[in-house]
């Protein structure tokens, strides 16, 4: 596909981005990997934890990708060592899971009582495995080995990986088990596995595994509680599939993406758009992350809820939903080259996914609100500790590349990449304050003239006011997917401004009982009070949300003071410890 997204090598992050990456990849990357947790599962079966397999897998994905970039060699052994480890474990029949033999996935392969299985949230109720989440393993494992084996190539780990995906449809292929009564929340755990086969089938063009994928669709379809794609595709909520189940109802958009990656049908991709655009229009809060409650029609307080069961103090964001989000966000990216897409994956991972994020670098929170008084930061190793990361290398990973034969810059955050032969060699540098201010100067540092259009992005919330090439002002386009767009000879020490400013706005959310609170913004920055207990008042309930913006007031660091009030709104990330806690939507008339 000419018009892919091809994301150019992104060679150093610094500025907010690079601390966050740093204090994951000194701190808790290594935490993990010396705490034994991510192998011990899979050579002293059983695990001690439903889905602990899940662990290493997503761990190689984002080591692989911090490598990639980095190109530490201590980091190199290590995964070289877990990779060993991991293939040594293989049964010969292909099984590769941490459940003993009475309760994998070939010997109960369905539900015989949704009572026998682990429930998303609680582990503590049954000290047996009793099955649910070893398909889910496999995911992760094929997952993360065909991301290192992308970079590591290795054709013992393409046959492990055969070897798995051959077990599963041994057990759930044609005329076989029924994956969808597989697992918790009506299967739809289960058929994430569509993204992890897909990427078998792209890597080894066996028609197999791409038929055995669209074999889950169908299931799916067959499913009365699950039906996603039929659902989607008319226009319907996400909160009944898979009982709403967020992390997994996204996941498995992420798997039609690649079929329609493989198969060309837009049906696929017209699921997942839809599926994007109802969660960003219902789902999605100020700070970017995909709130969640339990209600009396869905299972947990990870599943989506109608919008008039929306209250701040009720919800919840859960760690994995952001970094699904965000990959939802960058892989229809990578397909439509819209920058809506990256606008919504950046203001998740500025707010939402920054503020789970202790500043030690270790600690995690599994869920936050956005009103809360403190944050409950951890250093357990958990799913959505081990799934944040992943998000953090993606987005790092797609600063700068292609897109149409255009030098594309999705990003105003200070970094450096690698230019290829197209766009003149050699590098180019971000430098910018970001995301304390949207201008930056861009600097091409190549290795010969090159004549090719240059697009750069602008942050959600910002505009434009002046742009300049080696101080002479031009004028460009913006194009139909919104990137400001000109052509010129690009020459070695060229400067690229961008002058642009963020803009405040606000954003009202209606929810349960016919209230209203309204958040704000500036650019891509949430704004919250810091608060170190729940707020008992309600001081803009009879104001209009227009006249709370009117009496906002910027202050030098970025912060706003309520005109009349002693509330200072900053943004989000800056209430974000264990001692406070971000105060983000107020009542409004």
């Known amino acids: 596909?000419?018009?892919?997204?091809?994301?150019?090598?992104?060679?150093?992050?610094?500025?907010?981005?690079?601390?966050?990456?740093?204090?994951?990849?000194?701190?808790?990357?290594?935490?993990?990997?010396?705490?034994?947790?991510l192998?011990?599962?899979?050579?002293?079966?059983?695990?001690?934890?439903?889905?602990?397999?899940?662990?290493?897998?997503?761990?190689?994905?984002?080591?692989?990708?911090?490598?990639?970039?980095?190109?530490?060699?201590?980091?190199?052994?290590?995964?070289?060592?877990?990779?060993?480890?991991?293939?040594?474990?293989?049964?010969?029949?292909?099984?590769?899971?941490?459940?003993?033999?009475?309760?994998?996935?070939?010997?109960?392969?369905?539900?015989?009582?949704?009572?026998?299985?682990?429930?998303?949230?609680?582990?503590?109720?049954?000290?047996?495995?009793?099955?649910?989440?070893?398909?889910?393993?496999?995911?992760?494992?094929?997952?993360?080995?065909?991301?290192?084996?992308?970079?590591?190539?290795?054709?013992?780990?393409?046959?492990?990986?055969?070897?798995?995906?051959?077990?599963?449809?041994?057990?759930?292929?044609?005329?076989?088990?029924?994956?969808?009564?597989?697992?918790?929340?009506?299967?739809?755990?289960a058929t994430t596995l569509i993204e992890s086969i897909v990427m078998l089938h792209e890597r080894t063009q066996d028609q197999k595994y791409l038929d055995f994928a669209e074999h889950i669709v169908n299931l799916m379809e067959g499913n009365p509680a699950l039906k996603l794609m039929s659902i989607m595709l008319q226009g319907g909520a996400v909160v009944h599939p898979g009982e709403g189940k967020g992390y997994q109802l996204m996941a498995n958009l992420l798997g039609f993406i690649t079929l329609h990656r493989c198969t060309g049908r837009t049906d696929y991709l017209d699921a997942a758009i839809n599926g994007w655009r109802e969660i960003k229009e219902k789902h999605i809060l100020v700070t970017g992350g995909s709130w969640s409650r339990k209600t009396d029609y869905n299972a947990n307080c990870e599943c989506f809820a109608h919008v008039e069961d929306f209250d701040p103090q009720k919800v919840s964001v859960e760690g994995c939903c952001d970094t699904t989000w965000i990959q939802l966000c960058l892989h229809l990216f990578e397909i439509t080259g819209e920058s809506k897409y990256i606008d919504e994956a950046e203001v998740t991972l500025y707010n939402s996914l920054y503020g789970h994020q202790h500043a030690d670098g270790v600690k995690w929170c599994y869920y936050t609100a956005p009103n809360q008084a403190k944050l409950p930061y951890s250093d357990k190793i958990q799913c959505c500790h081990s799934s944040m990361p992943r998000a953090m290398e993606m987005v790092a990973a797609n600063l700068v590349g292609q897109f149409d034969g255009h030098l594309t810059i999705a990003t105003l955050s200070p970094c450096s990449a690698e230019l290829t032969e197209r766009f003149g060699g050699g590098r180019l540098v971000v430098k910018s304050g970001f995301p304390k201010n949207a201008s930056a100067e861009i600097h091409f540092e190549t290795e010969c003239s090159q004549s090719f259009v240059c697009e750069f992005r602008l942050p959600a919330g910002t505009v434009l006011n002046t742009l300049s090439v080696n101080g002479e002002t031009i004028q460009p386009t913006r194009n139909d997917r919104g990137?400001?767009?000109?052509?010129?000879?690009?020459?070695?020490?060229?400067?690229?401004?961008?002058?642009?400013?963020?803009?405040l706005h606000s954003h009202v959310q209606s929810g349960e009982n016919g209230k209203h609170w309204v958040a704000f913004s500036c650019g891509p920055n949430a704004l919250a009070q810091k608060i170190t207990t729940a707020p008992t008042d309600e001081p803009f309930a009879e104001l209009s949300a227009e006249e709370v913006l009117r009496k906002l007031r910027p202050s030098a660091d970025g912060s706003f003071l309520v005109q009349g009030t002693d509330i200072l709104l900053m943004p989000f990330l800056r209430t974000c410890t264990e001692e406070s806690g971000p105060r983000t939507y107020w009542r409004c008339k």
């Open 483 to 503: 990137f400001y767009e000109f052509k010129r000879l690009w020459q070695n020490g060229d400067v690229l401004k961008v002058d642009a400013e963020f803009e």
């Open 1 to 37: 596909m000419n018009t892919r997204w091809r994301p150019l090598k992104t060679t150093t992050v610094t500025g907010l981005q690079g601390e966050r990456l740093g204090l994951w990849r000194n701190h808790r990357l290594w935490f993990i990997a010396e705490s034994g947790y």
């Open 39 to 189: 192998i011990d599962g899979f050579e002293c079966r059983p695990g001690v934890h439903p889905w602990q397999g899940e662990h290493l897998g997503k761990w190689l994905h984002a080591a692989t990708l911090a490598y990639q970039m980095t190109g530490d060699e201590r980091l190199e052994e290590s995964m070289r060592s877990f990779v060993e480890r991991l293939l040594a474990t293989q049964d010969p029949d292909g099984y590769l899971g941490t459940y003993a033999a009475d309760c994998t996935f070939m010997a109960m392969p369905e539900n015989s009582s949704v009572d026998a299985v682990h429930d998303d949230m609680d582990a503590s109720k049954r000290k047996k495995l009793h099955g649910g989440w070893d398909t889910w393993t496999h995911r992760y494992n094929l997952y993360g080995l065909l991301t290192y084996e992308r970079a590591f190539p290795d054709e013992r780990i393409v046959d492990a990986c055969r070897r798995m995906a051959d077990l599963l449809i041994e057990v759930y292929g044609e005329e076989k088990y029924d994956l969808t009564e597989y697992g918790t929340r009506k299967g739809i755990s």
